[in-house]
């Protein structure tokens, strides 16, 4: 099962201390590269600016491309 994720749900998985379901639910997360840069950015509290610093293996980052208006 391919998993794809949101800031939102890591930040608060971190915050209360349960990052470690996703691992456990689904082996790997894929998050697109602008959820690894909302993740790190200044108005992110520190503990998830930290943890982004140092993503974990299990956490794939990966650039989207945005198809064009032909292709949809």
């Given at each position: 099962?391919?998993?794809?994720?949101?800031?939102s749900p890591i930040c608060y998985l971190l915050l209360i201390g349960e990052i470690e379901l996703l691992p456990q639910l689904y082996g790997q997360v894929l998050i697109p590269r602008i959820v690894q840069q909302e993740l790190s950015n200044a108005r992110s509290p520190v503990s998830v600016q930290n943890w982004s610093n140092c993503l974990p293996e299990w956490l794939v980052v990966q650039t989207l491309e945005i198809p064009s208006n032909n292709e949809i």
């Open positions: 099962m391919i998993v794809v994720s949101d800031t």
